[in-house]
Structure formats: structure tokens, C-alpha cells
């Protein structure tokens, strides 16, 4: 630096900052050696806070106002006066600008999920993610907290440290709650106001204020999720009959969807849908629709043979029912013959055994008596 430049920076007596940047707080004035004149102006404006540090010790927090600083360290006087320290006053004073406006829209969330214990679905896990404000609140103890001698400090510099502060606090208001997680969406302002309360005191300790907190969003992990909506698709289904039919359209659609499954996908949906259609035979779909018409015959298969159990007539009482099997046992331990009658649903009467179709095979497996027996 030139004589001249060095002298006509001795002349400046205006000290103001003029922020555009929209995320420093803390700007220091850039004077040679840090050299402030005696009866300099100092202007601060709406939205900042000065600070002033004279030979290395905080004098005074100026808030906005026009002000006369006069100070003992002259800088062009001490200079001229003082040709052993090479034209460099020994007093040295600085002035700090600190912007006291909330930056707004910062963002926090839970790196991790939270672990606690919900009185419906037990030991969970969740998420959850927002914004909030912060502003500087005593910059004096921010300066000497915080900045130190940093000549410019910006939000992203302490940005860090306040989410970790706010998803701490967050973590153990909610864990203590007691809110079952259903009812946390229309709890979240109240929450915001707890966290909030509850991080303001350690955020003091750096000079720092949050004015505001919000939770945007809570969230579940994915298969507590995906449970909630199946369950919510049987509360909407109604019963589990419909849920069911609910459930196979759904399977329908997704088939139908993937191109991979080839004729595998295809054979799916076919077959889903005849089930489904049997299902609503009879019945109507599960949004109340016309009952579906039935498959034709040759793709039905017949309905399975009933079988008949059978009561046998002996001495005026009867006995029974009995299974075809039993009455098959029946006739090898002799306790069946040709003559016993015997009756069944849907029959005429009592028969003797030999005269029913079903059962005169049962005597075809032992052989008959000998012939003039």
C-alpha cells in the first residue's frame, strides 16, 4: 500500500455495513492495522447490532443509532508520533456488525430414525423433518461464544450444530409425549412449541433465539406404513370377503402392469378372476354392482359327490349313521349282512342292504355262501 493510500485511510470517519449476502452474521470493518480515527461515525442500522472491541477487550454493543466514537487510539497523530513501530499504532480497535434479523426457512430432520414405545403398535420407529428460524439475540455473548475473531461468519457455520440440538430435544419430547403416533399429525404445532421451549435455553448460551419451529412432517418406516394401509383397505372394504375381492382386483391390475410376467402374469389374472367372479356370484361385487355372470359350463368343474351315511335297523332299534367305510367294516367282521335293512337321507323307506346299489357292492368283496349251505 502506497503513502497516500495509507494516509487518506486514516481520513475515513463513516463506519456503516450494507448486507446483500442474506445468510452473514457477523461482518467485521476492514481498516488498515484495524485503525479506528477519533470522533468517527458509526451508523447502525435496523436489523444490526455493533460491537466494539478496544485493545483486544469488548467495550461496547452499539444498537441502531448515529454515534461519535472517541476513543484513545488516533490513529494519524500515534502514527506520526510513533516512528519505532513502522507507521502501526499499538491500539488497536475493532468494530463487529452482527445482523440481528431471523434468517428463516432453515431446515432440520432426523438423520436416524427415533426409537419409542407407542401405546397401539408398540416399540416403532419414526421420522420426521421442518423448518425453523433463528436469530441473534445477545450479540455480545455470540461474539465471544461463538465468532471469536472470525471476520466474517456465515449461518451455514452454526446451521449444523442447531439441527443437532433440535433433532436431541425433539427425540426426547416426543419419546416422553406419550402421543400414540396416529395422533401426531394433529399434534405437531403443540410438539414444535415444546421442542422449541425446550432448546431455547441451550441456544441462549450462544447469544441465539429460535422464534419459530415447525414439524412438517412425521412419517412412518415403509412396513409399518404398507400395515396401516392394508388395514385401512379392510376398514374400507368392510368385511373380509370383500377385502378379499378387493385384494384380487388388486392383483389383477399389477399383473396386468408388469410386461415380465409374460404369460405367467396372464395365467394369474385369469385365474384370480375366476375366482373373484365366483366369489360375487350371487352376491354383487364389493362396490354393490350387478352379480357377475358365471363362467361357462365346460370351464366349471361339477360339484363333489355327497356321501351318504346310513342307519341300520335291528331288533325294533336303530343304530348309526354310519360312514360307507364303517359300514364296509361292518360287513367283514360280520355285523352286516344282505338281509340287514338300512336307511339313508333321501331314501324310500328301509331296504335291505343287498338291495341298495351303494352298498351291494360291499358284500361283492367277501365271497358269497356256497350253494346249499
Not at 400395515?227 to 388388486?250: H, M, N, P
Not at 395365467?267 to 350387478?290: C, D, F, K, N, V
Request: proline residues 7%.
Amino acid at each position: 500500500m502506497g503513502i497516500f493510500d495509507f494516509l487518506s485511510g486514516q481520513f475515513i470517519d463513516v463506519i456503516h455495513w450494507t448486507d446483500d449476502t442474506r445468510d452473514t452474521m457477523v461482518w467485521r470493518f476492514q481498516r488498515e492495522g484495524h485503525e479506528i480515527k477519533y470522533g468517527a461515525k458509526l451508523t447502525v442500522r435496523e436489523g444490526q447490532a455493533a460491537v466494539f472491541v478496544h485493545e483486544g477487550q469488548l467495550a461496547d454493543v452499539f444498537t441502531p443509532g448515529l454515534y461519535m466514537l472517541e476513543t484513545n487510539n488516533m490513529p494519524v497523530m500515534t502514527t506520526l508520533q510513533h516512528w519505532d513501530h513502522g507507521f502501526k499504532s499499538p491500539f488497536k480497535s475493532e468494530i463487529y456488525f452482527i445482523n440481528t434479523t431471523r434468517f428463516n426457512d432453515l431446515k432440520w430432520g432426523t438423520k436416524n430414525p427415533i426409537m419409542l414405545r407407542d401405546p397401539e403398535f408398540g416399540p416403532t420407529r419414526l421420522r420426521a423433518f421442518g423448518t425453523y428460524s433463528v436469530r441473534v439475540a445477545d450479540p455480545a455473548r455470540f461474539l465471544t461464544e461463538i465468532v471469536g475473531t472470525d471476520g466474517e461468519f456465515t449461518m451455514d457455520e452454526i446451521s449444523y450444530q442447531i439441527r443437532n440440538i433440535i433433532v436431541q430435544e425433539f427425540s426426547r419430547v416426543v419419546a416422553s409425549s406419550g402421543i400414540p403416533v396416529l395422533d401426531m399429525a394433529a399434534n405437531t404445532a403443540d410438539l414444535g412449541k415444546l421442542v422449541a421451549a425446550a432448546i431455547s435455553q441451550t441456544v441462549a448460551e450462544y447469544g441465539l433465539a429460535i422464534p419459530e419451529l415447525y414439524i412438517e412432517n412425521i412419517s412412518l418406516p415403509p412396513a409399518v406404513e404398507a400395515a396401516l394401509d392394508k388395514r385401512t383397505s379392510v376398514g374400507i372394504a368392510g368385511d373380509l370377503g370383500r377385502f378379499t375381492q378387493y385384494s384380487a382386483a388388486e392383483a389383477m391390475t399389477e399383473a396386468a402392469r408388469n410386461p415380465a410376467g409374460g404369460g405367467m402374469a396372464a395365467g394369474m389374472g385369469a385365474g384370480m378372476g375366476i375366482a373373484m367372479a365366483q366369489q360375487m356370484t350371487g352376491q354383487g361385487g364389493p362396490w354393490g354392482s350387478a352379480p357377475a355372470a358365471a363362467a361357462p359350463a365346460a370351464q366349471m368343474p361339477p360339484p363333489p359327490p355327497v356321501e351318504h351315511v346310513w342307519h341300520i335297523a335291528e331288533g325294533g332299534e336303530t343304530h348309526g349313521p354310519y360312514s360307507k367305510a364303517t359300514m364296509g367294516r361292518m360287513v367283514r367282521d360280520g355285523k352286516l349282512s344282505r338281509e340287514s335293512h338300512v336307511w339313508t337321507a333321501g331314501q324310500d323307506g328301509w331296504l335291505r342292504a343287498e338291495d341298495v346299489a351303494e352298498l351291494a357292492q360291499l358284500f361283492t368283496v367277501m365271497p358269497p355262501p356256497p350253494p346249499g349251505a
